[in-house]
């Protein structure tokens, strides 16, 4: 079982910056692929962007390539969404979540665990 919790999350204009934090405990962090994945008021739950366990391969949406970095820090079981040039369709909740296999997979049903999520708001 691993335990995520995110936070970060806030009021912030276009052009904006933001950077999301996700704290993990329980299972050994480092086994775990994590991503990020964000959802809407009325849509659907979409992939943002993804890491390998050892943090060298990353993977990201078109919407936010360019715009946004995926980090960790196995030592601190913490992974991170760098999130800049922010604009209003960026507005969502956006949760981390630990993957069950070891890909990079930007399909939420290979991922396991998830935290409970952090509001992102950008306003024009």
């Known amino acids: 079982q691993v335990q995520l919790v995110e936070s970060g999350g806030g009021l912030v204009q276009a052009g904006g910056s933001l950077r999301l934090s996700c704290a993990a405990s329980?299972?050994?962090?480092?086994?775990?692929?994590m991503g990020w994945f964000r959802q809407a008021p009325g849509k659907e739950r979409e992939f943002v962007a993804a890491i390998s366990r050892g943090g060298s391969s990353t993977r990201y949406a078109d919407s936010v390539k360019g715009r946004f970095t995926i980090s960790r820090d196995n030592a601190k079981m913490t992974v991170y969404l760098q999130m800049n040039s922010l604009r209003p369709e960026d507005t969502a909740v956006y949760y981390c979540?630990?993957?069950?296999?070891?890909?990079?997979?930007?399909?939420?049903?290979?991922?396991?665990?998830w935290g409970q999520g952090t509001q992102v708001t950008v306003s024009s």
């Open positions: 979540a630990a993957g069950r296999y070891y890909s990079v997979s930007n399909d939420y049903k290979e991922y396991a665990y």
């Open positions: 329980g299972r050994t962090f480092s086994n775990y692929v």
